[in-house]
T-cell receptor, first 113, second 114 residues
């Protein structure tokens, strides 16, 4: 049973470009969470999605960031017009229910040059 | 507003000693608490999940206790090994709103020396 998959593992973007981060949850999991870990900081919640629905986006920056979890395919975290401050590790987690254990993927490390 | 604090921020012990890692939270209305391990440049590995109704949870050399009323959890690692070197994170899930999200502490960085 494969765990949570994230790709790419490393992503380098120039300022102003778009970054697309993908997350495939564990088999049987329909709840996906995105977290961000800035350098020298702890993990911060960004968004919680179920299939085709955003449940809680209270941690998402108001501009440039969006997330989706379509009926088919992986969840996507999209960052438009990236800036240096977006450089961080982005982690995806999945669970079989909103109060159940969350399992984390290996993360995508985004570097903005 | 929930705040999660982990003390100490860093810890170095010789191999064989027991490790004691502390986690405190300001709002006792939690649904559960989860302990994770993070290796450098890697993702998070879930170690233990304690429901709010439980006092402790055990897995092998790991034991986690929870005192919800005082807002504290402690992770004990018995007979530490160099392979236990990592950053340990605790995270709480609120019992009221926003059930889905975890709120993390900043972590305790552990080094076990041979």
């Amino acid at each position: 049973n494969a765990g949570v998959m994230q790709n790419p593992r490393h992503l380098v973007r120039r300022r102003g470009q778009e970054a697309r981060l993908r997350c495939s949850p564990m088999k049987g999991h329909s709840h996906v969470y995105w977290y961000r870990q800035l350098p020298e900081e702890g993990l911060k919640f960004m968004v919680y999605l179920q299939k085709e629905n955003i449940i809680d986006e209270s941690g998402m920056p108001k501009e440039r960031f969006s997330a989706e979890f379509p009926k088919e395919g992986p969840s996507i975290l999209r960052i438009q017009q990236v800036v240096r401050g977006d450089s961080a590790a982005y982690f995806c987690a999945s669970s079989s229910g909103e109060v159940y254990e969350q399992y984390f993927g290996p993360g995508t490390r985004l570097t903005v040059t | 507003k929930q705040e999660v604090t982990q003390i100490p921020a860093a810890l170095s012990v010789p191999e064989g000693e027991n490790l004691v890692l502390n986690c405190s939270f300001t709002d006792s209305a939690i649904y559960n608490l989860q302990w994770f391990r993070q290796d450098p440049g890697k993702g998070l590995t879930s170690l233990l999940l304690i429901q709010s109704s439980q006092r402790e949870q055990t897995s092998g050399r790991l034991n986690a206790s929870l005192d919800k009323s005082s807002g504290r959890s402690t992770l004990y690692i018995a007979a530490s090994q160099p392979g236990d070197s990592a950053t340990y994170l605790c995270a709480v899930r609120r019992a009221t709103d926003s059930w889905g999200k975890l709120q993390f502490g900043a972590g305790t960085q552990v080094v076990v020396t041979p």
